[in-house]
């Protein structure tokens, strides 16, 4: 009997100790434990303003106008190809990788070995080169005739199709590597009055939608599935497929900083508030707990928000400190990110 009474007062207690707040803390404990971060390695780095670093295959490219690099998580260079412009830009698909250059006209196409598959002249002025899906390619041009546009390359360098449009000034040119669409974006002066201009193509480059708004300055276009988001300076638009406005969000402060994480609009703005809005247009604000917040990045399912000397994980809670001044932070995979400063490149190993 006796047995009985401790047995049933022991589920009791046991009841009253694991209820929703004691389940919520033990929770936050497991959340809030301590992030480990080794350094893996650093390696030196010949710092210009005009360096590229962009996210490649299993590491990172790094181009400074001078010679392209290819350097994996593991801090080893697998290749690098001289190859120099003064002006350029810079995208890849994953597979090749494609080099403008503005000031001689020209078109780089390198494989994945690093090797040098095909270079091709431009007549028009070239602005800026863009990866597509399926191996090509395409370059927005300006003309001294008031007519700016796109033409589109396949993988060997033939023109597939020339898009141009009269009396526009395109400030924005966005693939989606899913589907192989993308979009342009321009703004017009009528009548003392500012438009912008969206023009939206499918993988051929046939024009499947178009729409002009007034007093728009569309500066982002993020692709999601089936939604088209659209981020003006004050205000998110998030579109459909063939272009019917689902919803429009405004924001309060400028647009400082965008993303996509999670499928969630991510915004940063002028007052360093951290901004999710998901594809329905609900609209989440917080303080960010960093200041001078620089950018936001996902590594695994974790979201770290960097500022100019320092690293904040969100999951954690946790704040790790440099002593140098960061100029960008790219995630590698689930584990691995590096942090470039003006001189040197960090590799962090994340648990």
């Known amino acids: ?38 350094k893996i390695k650093e390696i030196s780095l010949g710092y210009k303003s005009n360096i590229s670093f962009l996210k490649y295959r299993q590491g990172f490219l790094v181009y400074d106008g ?5 350097i994996n998580s593991n801090a080893e260079r697998i290749f690098s190809l001289n190859v120099r412009m003064d002006n350029y830009s810079i995208d890849t698909d994953n597979s090749n990788i494609y080099l403008l250059d503005r000031m001689n006209k020209e078109a780089y196409i390198v494989d994945k070995k690093g090797t040098l598959i095909k270079k091709i002249r431009i ?37 597939i199709k020339d898009i141009s ?36 193509y499918n993988k051929k480059g046939e024009l499947m939608y178009s729409d002009k708004i007034e007093n728009k300055v569309f500066v982002k276009t993020i692709f999601v599935d089936d939604n088209i988001d ?24 400028n647009v400082k900083y965008v993303n996509l994480i999670n499928d969630y609009i991510t915004i940063i703005d002028d007052s360093g508030n951290l901004i999710y809005i998901d594809q329905t247009g609900n609209k989440k604000i917080i303080k960010c707990p960093v200041k001078n917040v620089q950018g936001i990045k996902q590594i695994g399912k974790e979201k770290i928000i960097y500022s100019d000397r320092s690293i904040y994980f969100t999951k954690y809670k946790k704040i790790y400190d440099f002593s140098k001044d960061i100029v960008d ?23």
Not at 66 to 70: Q, V
Not at 232 to 252: A, C, G, Q
């Open 1 to 38: 009997m006796k047995k009985s009474k401790i047995v049933i007062l022991a589920t009791i207690l046991i009841i009253v100790l694991l209820n929703s707040k004691t389940i919520s803390l033990i929770k936050n404990k497991v959340n809030n434990s301590e992030v480990k971060i080794n």
């Open 66 to 70: 001078k010679s392209l690099n290819y």
């Open 123 to 159: 007549k028009e002025k070239p602005i800026i080169i863009k990866a597509l899906k399926n191996n090509s390619f395409l370059i927005h041009y300006s003309t001294n005739v008031e007519v700016e546009g796109v033409k589109i390359y396949d993988i060997n360098g033939n023109e």
């Open 165 to 200: 449009i009269p009396k526009i000034t395109i400030n924005l040119v966005e693939t989606d590597l899913n589907t192989g669409a993308f979009l342009i974006s321009g703004n017009t002066v009528e009548n003392d009055s500012l438009y912008n201009n969206i023009f939206y």
């Open 230 to 253: 659209l981020i003006d300076p004050t205000e998110v638009e998030i579109r459909d497929r063939e272009f019917n406005v689902l919803n429009k969000i405004n924001l309060d402060e």
């Open 329 to 351: 932070v790219l995630s590698l995979d689930d584990k691995n990110l590096i942090v470039v400063f003006r001189g040197s490149i960090e590799f962090l190993n994340i648990n």
